[in-house]
């Protein structure tokens, strides 16, 4: 069975097409500037050089029907015909209260991520917009949505409600949702069978730490909390979200500054974090690089930015009472070796003792750092949210085969 997983964006496009029997990609590739003069179409067929064409793509289905025409190419392609893609998986990001785990897209389903489309206004009409697009290019192809917030379901309202009027959630759905959800349940599966340990024995905390950045704190295989709340921009310091903050801030300076509800929100969003801090990028690479010719400003993002993952650290440690794994992932988590160096230091109370060596290594697999006496064991484990969306729509697909 071959699938098909897609990460739809309002202006691009991102695929990888697996071969489930041995879980192997196929090809992979993205439509960047849909809608935009000049879009770039990027194929990477494995075993086959990349092609990278210019042209006009005006819509999604345009960009889905270029990307069928790619797999299916006489000369890079890797399947001869369409009807060789079995099923189609989607990212989703926000599944609400709705969905508690990956699903068979239908007419219902389609209905209720349009109305969630509220509280992922940036997100959710892209995803659907890649859905129908697949619907209009591959109408026999049954579909899977994999929802980023799904993993967190688990959360108890202890977790999940502000301590605002009730109402709000009661009217408008104002909660914690949490988000990398589809990361920071991989990543757990994996670490667990790295430890060939059963999940359910073991008190996580997982920590996706790119672009985006949050933690999980994981509880007998279930999400107990995660530091995003009902948008991504809750938590951790990251690249250009700023993360916590006192909310009286948001009223106080845009009284101060006269900025409209759009420019505060874009100063969150965008202009904060790593970029605002540093002065000079959200990138960690450059911010890194920056601190080491001592550089002042990136010294005290690089210190802002994990003295904040430590604090969460501690808090998710004391909310499960006691912590025997903790994971790394994605880009930072998984590359930066001063990143996790600094986030380790000063924590051997709780248990965690990196081995220095081991920490330094660079490799693309699964693997402990800690060292063979750290009663917590500290792991990084590449994520690969595709392979996950793939994994569940190969599962749901075949059950409904066989009702
Ligand atoms: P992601 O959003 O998961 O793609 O992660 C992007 C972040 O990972 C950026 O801040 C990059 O600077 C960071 N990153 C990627 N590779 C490295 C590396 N080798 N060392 C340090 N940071 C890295």
Do not use: W
């Not at 904040?308 to 994971?327: C, E, H, P, Q, S």
Request: proline share 4%.
């Amino acid at each position: 069975m071959k699938v098909l997983v897609i990460n739809a964006g309002s202006s691009s496009l991102k695929y990888q097409f697996f071969n489930m029997s041995n879980e192997s990609v196929l090809a992979s590739g993205n439509v960047e500037r849909i809608g935009m003069d000049s879009s770039i179409v990027t194929h990477y067929p494995v075993d086959k050089p990349e092609v990278r064409e210019v042209s006009e793509i005006l819509d999604h289905v345009t960009a889905v029907k270029r990307v069928a025409e790619m797999l299916t190419h006489p000369e890079f392609g890797t399947i001869t015909h369409l009807n060789e893609i079995d099923a189609v998986g989607h990212r989703v990001v926000h599944g609400g209260e709705a969905f508690s785990s990956s699903v068979l897209v239908t007419q219902a389903v389609k209905d209720e991520i349009r109305r969630l489309f509220d509280l992922a206004p940036l997100h959710n009409p892209a995803h659907m917009m890649g859905i129908t697009a697949v619907e209009t290019t591959l109408p026999d192809v049954p579909q899977v949505v994999v929802f980023d917030t799904a993993f967190h379901q688990t959360m108890p309202n202890t977790s999940y409600l502000y301590p605002i009027p009730t109402v709000l959630y009661r009217r408008h759905k104002v909660r914690r949702y949490g988000f990398h959800g589809t990361s920071h349940s991989y990543v757990s599966d994996q670490a667990a069978e790295f430890l060939q340990k059963p999940l359910e024995s073991l008190k996580m905390i997982t920590c996706h730490i790119g672009n985006g950045a949050s933690l999980a704190a994981i509880l007998d295989g279930k999400s107990l909390d995660t530091s995003m709340g009902m948008t991504p921009l809750e938590g951790l310091m990251m690249g250009t979200r700023s993360g916590d903050l006192d909310p009286a801030i948001v009223p106080y300076v845009m009284n101060k500054e006269e900025l409209t509800l759009s420019e505060v929100n874009s100063m969150l969003n965008k202009h904060s974090g790593m970029l605002a801090v540093s002065g000079i990028s959200s990138d960690m690479r450059e911010v890194t690089e920056a601190m080491n010719e001592g550089d002042k400003n990136a010294k005290l993002a690089f210190d802002m930015y994990t003295y904040r993952v430590k604090k969460y650290i501690g808090a998710y440690a004391a909310a499960m009472n006691g912590l025997d794994t903790l994971v790394f992932t994605a880009g930072v988590g998984e590359n930066s070796v001063v990143f996790r160096q600094a986030v380790c230091e000063g924590i051997s109370f709780l248990g965690v003792e990196l081995d220095h060596a081991r920490n330094a290594e660079r490799r693309k697999d699964a693997r402990e750092i800690s060292t063979e006496g750290s009663r917590v064991k500290v792991l990084v484990v590449p994520t690969n949210e595709e392979l996950l969306i793939a994994r569940d729509t190969y599962r749901i697909v075949n059950q409904v085969k066989l009702q």
